[in-house]
């Protein structure tokens, strides 16, 4: 089979049309207000307020420093709960509030952490979990929620892979004390690069704004050590446009998701991600698969490694696992984790992104039969994309039919 003429790499970043970026750069050029709460920021965040259904947002000009001030404007301190299955900020954001990470394992079915070993590992020093929505899948809400409620902990979530997604009709920025969402450019939504903070308690959005300029209260207080992690107004600009496209951006992902799913689902040794659960809302932001090397017949690198000859750049997400890396080696892992080494020994994501062809998402999947010495592909059902400029009020998204779970989630 012949490779790809031009690179597929695992995302790539929609962009609106350049005309309509163009037009609103004439509103910054007549300002001149690039940064510090200018109008566009203001616009945005009130975009987003309508959004998530909420005053209780911030925003930044990343998701890590977002999740850094988070817990530094909450106050956590001692013990925090986590997984090891995350991309290394979610941990760095623990390590620059001298906080100590305890990582516990993953459930094998949307990779999220595992409520029995987080109550496991709740010691006199705990003090919060942070918790990730791994690819967009979300946790088991209901059962982390009932465990920090009888242990008094915080409840954060790192979301940083979950814009747009919603359980039981309600946005995921509804569940626990707070949420962080990464508006980086390779994220399904983006802002070219920034974040933001959703949370519970109205109180804290002082506390976040001061944080992230200086600690400035007004032209002549600094009221408390803060850092800069303002998000300007160019990132605003891209934010507020990138919303309009948001549910045409879902479902075309679902398309490209279901088209692997029908080509894929028989492939020994691959396993796709399982469905989420008939309440869940997803955004499609990843395709997920595991890679059994005694019945796929070749191990996950040699894949990796063999897709590049072809011209496909997946990616091996999360690996290693975060306690594996020296600078967390010191540590102390107190339990194994079976699932989350396994998985992050078989995991690989596969190209996913608006623009690309339901044609060349098939011919990787050939591609991806043709390595393991398969045969043929399925050929999946034919669906058109939908056209660009459909609303939000227009757009209805499908939903996955979910599979039978015993730990499927459950809304709180």
């Not at 309440?279 to 090397?293: K, L, Q, R, S, T």
């Not at 019945?295 to 894949?303: A, I, N, P, V």
């Not at 011209?311 to 594996?324: E, G, H, Q, T, W």
Request: hydrophobic share 40%; with cysteine.
């Amino acid at each position: 089979m012949k490779p790809f003429d031009q690179p597929i790499y695992v995302t790539r970043p929609f962009l609106p049309p350049l005309e309509q970026f163009c037009e609103g750069l004439k509103e910054i050029w007549d300002s001149r207000w690039l940064t510090n709460d200018g109008p566009i920021v203001r616009r945005f965040a009130r975009q987003l307020s309508n959004y998530f259904q909420t005053d209780n947002i911030c925003l930044f000009n990343n998701g890590t420093l977002a999740l850094q001030l988070a817990l530094a404007g909450m106050n956590i301190s001692g013990e925090v709960i986590t997984t090891p299955f995350t991309f290394v900020a979610t941990t760095h954001a623990l390590f620059w509030n001298k906080l100590r990470p305890v990582f516990v394992d993953i459930e094998p079915h949307y990779y999220t952490l595992d409520p029995e070993k987080v109550e496991a590992a709740i010691t006199p020093w705990t003090t919060a979990i942070l918790a990730v929505h791994v690819y967009g899948h979300p946790c088991n809400l209901h059962a982390l929620a009932d465990i920090a409620r009888r242990h008094h902990l915080w409840l954060l979530y790192d979301a940083a892979h979950a814009f747009g997604v919603q359980v039981g009709r309600q946005s995921i920025a509804h569940f626990g004390d707070l949420s962080m969402f990464s508006f980086h450019a390779t994220k399904l939504y983006h802002s070219l690069e920034g974040g933001m903070l959703a949370f519970r308690d109205s109180g804290l959005k002082k506390t976040f704004d001061y944080l992230k300029n200086f600690g400035f209260e007004n032209e002549l207080e600094v009221v408390m050590p803060g850092t800069n992690a303002k998000m300007n107004e160019m990132q605003a600009l891209m934010g507020g446009m990138m919303l309009k496209y948001l549910e045409e951006l879902i479902e075309k992902r679902r398309r490209i998701t279901q088209v692997y799913r029908e080509c894929l689902q028989d492939v020994p040794g691959l396993k796709l991600a399982s469905r989420v659960p008939d309440d869940v809302d997803y955004n499609y932001a990843y395709v997920p698969v595991e890679i059994f090397e005694g019945e796929f017949g070749m191990s996950r690198d040699e894949l990796y490694a063999s897709l590049k000859q072809y011209n496909i750049y997946a990616r091996r997400y999360f690996y290693p696992l975060v306690c594996d890396y020296p600078c967390y080696r010191n540590v102390v892992v107190g339990k194994a984790m079976p699932v989350a080494r396994a998985v992050a020994s078989r995991i690989l994501t596969l190209p996913i992104y608006p623009d690309l062809a339901l044609e060349d998402v098939q011919r990787i999947c050939e591609i991806l039969v043709h390595l393991a010495g398969r045969g043929t592909v399925r050929s999946p059902a034919k669906t058109p994309l939908v056209s660009v400029g459909v609303s939000h009020q227009e757009a209805k998204r499908p939903k996955e039919r979910s599979v039978p779970e015993s730990k499927a989630l459950v809304t709180p």
